[in-house]
């Protein structure tokens, strides 16, 4: 027996097949001195358009969104622009800024190319936030604007360290979801991590990608066109060292359907896997228990850590077995805030595409 | 007996025989040790300095962070406002960072600004707050240092029971400072010890302006002083920023004195050549012990190999025993050198902060970097000492009456001319800056063969020299003769240091005249505006005499040049320094025929007068100049000094940026005594041209005084090498010193002998190491300088330069050899010699 575990140990030493470095806590750091922050409960739940608007009282919260795109060529892309927001907690009160902080991530790949920038900004100081009447919500020049209090029909315009320049015109074609209960979606077994969550995922994209004025030719312009999803979250429990991570997913059927799972990783507790299936016409459904699984089936090796980046997602109902895949290797953002978000391939018993985010591996 | 057990028996037999020696003798294998100890702990030293000084302000190419671009009020009465800042952000120039200044009154301590016992540092330091988010995204090494600490909860709270920010200064103030308890203001919180980090301005302490406005400091008392173009702006971002600024607000180019072009490239070079010359140093010193070594034991090789001991053991024990004192002085000197480094530090500081006005950085010692290059060393003078020494060692143990013949006079010579030969064939055909490196140091190897050749030849020159009248005269010179064929390797890292460091100040002073010189001639004018739009006729007013300065790009033979403007008139053919030039040069100029080339285009693009050459569009402001549409033939008139400048560059007519477009952001004004400037000082930046000349050139000596102290640490481990080796060999002297005194020598007499000795032999080196350094300047200056950097500029001796080298390392040798000549003890000791 010793000799086999001797064996088993010294195999897995050669062929790297060691199971993903121990997760640390992907917002600890930012947040480490926030207050505690007001509690998310399930009696209070989400309205809009109001809460497309920012919840300073909250630790953490973010809008994040992610896109699939194809240009006329057929060349696929995968797209992302969040904005996160982090209460702080100075030990002074300052007349710049007011407790708050903001960071902005905006990410673009190719087949064969990776652009990324991370951009900081204090509350208060008036280069960053969200607003909802109209809904604008800006850090610099990185803007997503709406002419009313709705999130769409909207026009979201980036650039990324002078190589790329976005700008899309984002349409819908179903309702906003929220998700768990009303939107109060709980994260661990325990209930004591807890966000209020929705999303939009059936985001029409349309516009234009401009690659390459850095190196000094023209860049060069593509028109592209796709499906985008939308998340907007916001919590206190999660800002939290003790809440290790997430492998989250969002998913396009082909049929139209939409899913999102998630497993979060916390500390001292079973690993928490729930997640929502949304019907072609918007009907959605909370996936939990027994219901669903999440596995790992695959590893990359990033920044020399072993990064699970192929994944089984099993549904009983509807019944689903599917083969997630990244789009390309190395979508990782290494950001202060560093972690995996790249586009996946989606197979098996249904077809698909969509984007893959795990946190908790840097 | 079976053969192998005889060889260990022989092999321990030898091993307690060295150990033996080492108990008897044991000041030879200490020093031994002590000399391998100081070139490691010398190459340590050198590494760590160079390391430390290599990440000073000096050796960065990008400006200080608060150096560079700005914009700020137009006028006093008006000020920036946060709406500005914010408008101009979101507009897209992410590269504008608020900051608001504070000078004070600030206090060292906890004690309130006004209160009693804290010392008041207002006339020392300026406070500055940074929008340390928003630096961030800039992707600087200082921005990220500054931001990590403006966000970091782990930074300690000097000051108990009190609300404190995290603030970083230059390492130079941060040492000068010495404020352990924090810095307190009159309002606001408090401020924690700085942080040292490099691009910050001397004088200045830097805190996130969200701690910046705090208590009574408000926007309203303390407006925002600039916003700082954290990265550099090119033209196009500085003209659109220009279109976007409103009316209250300027935008202020970055000065051009500031701009650092290629001193920073040529200093980070200095530096790298430094830590070649000590290692090479530090080899020679190396394999001098070895091969001392080597001939205190050979006597008793000969004898145990009498006995029967085989010449293979005797080899294998005299590698092993060397070896052991290279694998124990080794990490040795390389920890008392990082502890003396270390234990230096603050010295070095404020002296690099006092003396330089230049930061030195603590270094952080990589120890297994350190310790790998010094044992690359040692091992590598080992592997020498086995090809050269040691083989001789068998030929000795196998039949000990054939003893090498000298070298006669012919031999030498011939070897002197194939040295000769090889080091012009290295310099002549060099042709890359990796080449030109190479033969300087074929050039150093090449001298000290030379020395190995002819010294112990011209020392004997001096013994048949010396009247017989003189019998200590003949003993000093005999006695060098002696010396100088056991100490070779000694002075070869003596010659090596010595020629460097005449070559370098050679270098550093042609560079130096040939600078201040071209400044003088370049900046004609008594003092230049820069601004970020060129000057009305109304600003300059009626008496004083504007020229302005235009600029374009395009393209000749495919490549990108840039492309400035000037006058053709007397003032502007005077003011340019044209290396090269046709008779009409002028002429064909102001024709529009021909273009002046900077040295860098004509050295990359192989071009000198007469030649032509396909000039492209010239591009103003990203539009064609009507009056150059491209492509176009032109004759080159000319070839002028252009020093610092990393980019090829030719001059057109005016007429080309007609109507005027492309202003380069600087201004020339002439007749201006007297004249009212206040209107021009309100536009842009006034400089007189006295004073930039003395900023360029206070630059350039703080640059160049850090190698200089480099050079003279390289030398000082070469004059201590040296002086174990007197030490080693003096040992040997004692019969004859014995002797000496019972002739009634007296002992101030021996010692002054012996020093008239060591110092006939170090001036004889010096006189060898004087030709090889003026030549290894040259190499330098046309060579390194031109394939590293594309311009060189003339070669020139100075006698009081030269004079002073010599005399300096001389004095440093001098001072060095006291130690053991001090510590001579020239009493009779028989019983040590009977024993012996």
Known sequence: MKAFLIGITAWCWLTACSEPAPRSSVFSQPAASASVGVQVVPERPVVWPQDHASHPAFALEWWYLTFVLSDEQQRQYGLQFTLFRFTTNPPYDSHWTNGQQWMGHASLHTPTAHFYEERLAGGGVGNAGVSAAPFMLAIDNWQWVSANTDLFPSVLQFSIQNDVSVELALTTSGPLIAHGQGGYSEKSASGKYRSYYYSQPFIQASGQLAIGPKQGSAATAVKVKGQGWFDHEWSSQLANNDALGWDWFSVHLQDGAKLMVFTMHVKGEAPYTTGTFITAHGESTTLAGDALSITASGYEAINGQQVPVEWQIDLAEPAMHLTIKPFKPGQWNPGRVAYYEGRIQVSGSHQGTGFMELTGYQ | ?836
């Open chain 2, 1 to 836: 007996m079976p053969r192998r057990l005889w060889a260990i028996q022989h092999w321990w037999l030898m091993v307690r025989t060295l150990a033996a020696m080492a108990r008897q003798k044991p000041w030879q294998p200490l020093l031994i040790v002590v000399a391998i100890m100081v070139a490691t702990g010398g190459l340590s030293s050198v590494s760590l300095i160079n390391a430390g000084a290599s990440q000073g302000e000096l050796a960065n190419t990008t400006p200080g962070l608060l150096s560079g671009a700005m914009v700020v009020a137009r006028s006093p009465e008006h000020s920036i406002t946060r709406a500005d800042y914010v408008a101009l952000r979101k507009a897209g120039f992410t590269q504008l960072i608020a900051i608001s200044r504070d000078s004070g009154p600030f206090r060292c301590g906890s004690a309130p600004a006004s209160g009693r016992g804290a010392r008041d540092i207002s006339r020392a330091v300026e406070i500055i707050g940074i929008d340390t988010l928003a630096m961030a995204n800039a992707n600087l090494p200082l921005a990220r240092a500054l931001a990590d600490a403006a966000n970091s909860t782990a930074a300690p709270q000097p000051i108990p029971g009190s609300v404190s920010s995290v603030s970083a200064a230059s390492p130079a103030l941060v040492s000068r400072l010495d404020c352990p308890g924090g810095i307190s203001r009159d309002s606001g919180i408090a401020i924690r010890p700085p942080t040292p980090l490099t691009q910050i301005p001397d004088n200045t302490i830097v805190v996130p302006l969200a701690a910046f406005y705090t208590g009574n400091y408000t926007l309203h008392n303390r407006p925002i002083s600039a916003l700082v173009a954290a990265t550099p702006l090119s033209p196009r971002q500085q003209n659109a920023l220009t279109r976007q600024l409103p009316v209250h607000l300027k935008f202020k180019p970055p000065p051009a004195i500031q701009q650092p072009g290629t001193l920073s490239d040529s200093f980070q070079l200095n530096l790298w050549a430094m830590g070649m010359l000590m290692a090479v140093v530090a080899l020679f010193i190396v394999l001098n012990a070895l091969t001392l070594m080597y001939r205190s034991r050979l006597p008793q090789m000969v004898r145990l190999r009498q006995l029967g001991v085989g010449r293979y053991s005797l080899i294998n024990a005299l590698l092993g025993e060397l070896a052991l004192y290279c694998a124990l002085a080794t990490p040795a000197g390389v920890l008392a050198g990082v502890a003396l480094t270390r234990q230096l530090t603050p010295t070095l500081s404020s002296t690099f902060a006092n003396l330089f006005n230049a930061p030195f950085v603590r270094p952080s010692p990589l120890l297994a970097e350190l310790l790998l290059s010094a044992f690359a060393i040692s091992f590598a003078a080992l592997v020498v000492f086995f090809v050269v020494p040691a083989r001789q060692l068998g030929g000795a143990l196998n039949r000990r009456s054939r003893r090498t013949t000298p070298l006669n006079t012919a031999q030498r010579l011939c070897i002197t001319a194939v040295i000769v030969v090889v080091n012009s064939v290295a310099i002549l055909t060099a042709d890359s800056t990796l080449w030109a490196l190479i033969s300087v140091a074929l050039v150093l190897l090449g001298g000290s063969l030379l020395i190995i050749l002819w010294l112990p030849g011209f020392t004997r020159l001096l013994v048949r020299g010396v009247p017989p009248d003189y019998p200590l005269a003949g003993y000093v010179v005999a006695s060098t003769y002696a010396f100088s064929a056991k100490s070779r390797l000694a002075v070869c890292a003596f010659f090596i240091a010595l020629s460097a460091n005449i070559g370098m100040n050679v270098m550093t002073d042609s560079f130096r005249q040939a600078t201040k010189s071209w400044l003088t001639q370049r900046l004609a004018a008594p003092a230049y505006l820069y601004s970020a739009t060129p000057p009305s006729p109304s600003q300059v007013g009626s008496n004083i005499t504007a020229r302005i300065s235009y600029r374009g790009y395009t393209q000749v033979n495919g490549a990108p040049v840039t492309v400035r403007s000037v006058s053709d008139d007397k003032t502007s053919q005077d003011s340019l320094a044209l290396s090269q030039q046709l008779p009409n040069a002028w002429t064909l100029f102001s024709q529009n025929q021909a273009v002046l080339i900077n040295q860098q285009m004509a050295l990359r693009q192989h071009l000198a007068p007469g030649a032509k050459i396909t000039l492209g569009s010239v591009r103003v402001k990203d539009q064609v100049s009507p009056h150059h549409i491209g492509p176009a033939e032109r004759i080159v008139a000319g070839v002028y000094l252009d020093y610092g400048n990393p980019d090829a560059q030719l001059l057109l007519p005016l007429s080309v940026f007609a109507p005027a477009a492309g202003f380069a952001g600087v201004t020339a004004l002439y007749n201006v005594d007297g004249a009212d400037l206040s209107a021009l000082k309100a536009f842009g930046e006034l400089y007189e041209t006295s004073a930039l000349i003395t900023t360029s050139m206070a630059t350039f000596d703080r640059t160049f005084v850090l190698t200089d102290a480099l050079n003279i640490v390289t030398l000082l481990v070469a004059a201590l090498a040296f002086a174990i080796s007197v030490s080693v060999l003096t040992l040997d002297l004692q019969p004859q010193l014995t002797l000496l005194r019972t002739l009634g020598v007296r002992q101030w007499q021996i010692k002054a002998a012996l020093g008239a000795q060591y110092m006939l032999l170090c001036t004889a080196t010096a006189m060898v190491a004087l030709p090889f350094g003026i030549g290894l300047a040259g190499i330098f200056i046309y060579q390194v300088n031109r394939f590293a950097f594309s311009w060189v500029y003339p070669l020139q001796l100075s006698a009081q330069v030269l004079i002073s080298s010599v005399l300096f390392s001389l004095a440093v040798i001098l001072v060095v050899l006291l130690l053991p000549l001090g510590r001579l003890n020239n009493k009779v000791d028989l019983r040590q010699e009977g024993a012996g």
